[in-house]
């Protein structure tokens, strides 16, 4: 009887406590992409990128272009050829090929660093912002609504508006 009445008092005194605790949760959400959409600076910075993929996607198409033309020149010469040259072109061929798969991959990885390089200043500003929010608003979660995170927002703010008037954007 005695255990029965501990265990009772301390289901009561928990629930009484995580029900306090509750009270003290404020939420709130934002939607990061559309703060990005409207960052001062990310105009500029997409614009540096698209010139940085233009660059490599000439550089790329060039590098196509030689090898489709070394690739006619051995389908127009092969005839006359020894095995000895036909297997040298082969060689220089697939060389090629691999130098183009080599370049497209070091491609790939330079944009990916590049970017993370050019928009980290965008989303360090705005992460700032938004913590500085939720600190002076008193929010205990701030929730990403842009990548999916949030399920459910009835009770949580959205804090877009305060957001973009401490960015000093409309």
Same mark, same amino acid.
């Given at each position: 009887?005695?255990?029965?009445?501990?265990?009772?008092?301390?289901?009561?005194?928990?629930?009484?406590?995580?029900?306090?605790?509750?009270?003290?949760?404020?939420?709130?959400?934002?939607?990061?992409?559309?703060?990005?959409?409207?960052?001062?600076?990310?105009?500029?910075? #997409?614009?540096?990128?698209?010139?940085?993929?233009?660059?490599?996607? #000439?550089?790329?198409?060039?590098?196509?272009?030689?090898?489709?033309?070394?690739?006619?020149?051995?389908?127009?010469?092969?005839?006359?050829?020894?095995?000895?040259?036909? #297997?040298?072109?082969?060689?220089?061929?697939?060389?090629?090929?691999?130098?183009?798969?080599?370049?497209?991959?070091?491609?790939? #990885?330079?944009?990916?660093?590049?970017?993370?390089?050019?928009?980290?200043?965008?989303?360090?500003?705005?992460?700032?912002?938004?913590?500085?929010?939720?600190?002076?608003?008193?929010?205990?979660?701030?929730?990403?609504?842009?990548?999916?995170?949030?399920?459910?927002?009835?009770?949580?703010?959205?804090?877009?508006?305060?957001?973009?008037?401490?960015?000093?954007?409309?």
């Amino acid at each position: 009887m005695k255990k029965t009445l501990i265990v009772l008092l301390i289901a009561l005194f928990a629930t009484g406590t995580s029900a306090i605790a509750q009270k003290n949760v404020k939420l709130g959400h934002i939607n990061s992409n559309e703060l990005m959409q409207i960052m001062p600076g990310r105009d500029s910075a #997409q614009t540096v990128l698209e010139k940085e993929v233009s660059d490599l996607e #000439q550089t790329l198409k060039s590098m196509q272009e030689e090898l489709e033309k070394r690739y006619n020149e051995y389908q127009a010469g092969q005839a006359g050829w020894s095995d000895l040259i036909k #297997q040298t072109k082969q060689n220089e061929l697939q060389d090629m090929s691999v130098r183009i798969e080599q370049f497209q991959k070091n491609a790939q #990885q330079q944009l990916q660093t590049r970017e993370a390089e050019v928009l980290k200043p965008i989303i360090d500003r705005a992460k700032k912002a938004i913590e500085d929010v939720a600190k002076e608003n008193g929010y205990t979660y701030i929730f990403d609504a842009g990548v999916g995170t949030l399920l459910y927002s009835q009770d949580s703010d959205d804090i877009m508006p305060m957001v973009k008037k401490k960015l000093g954007l409309k």
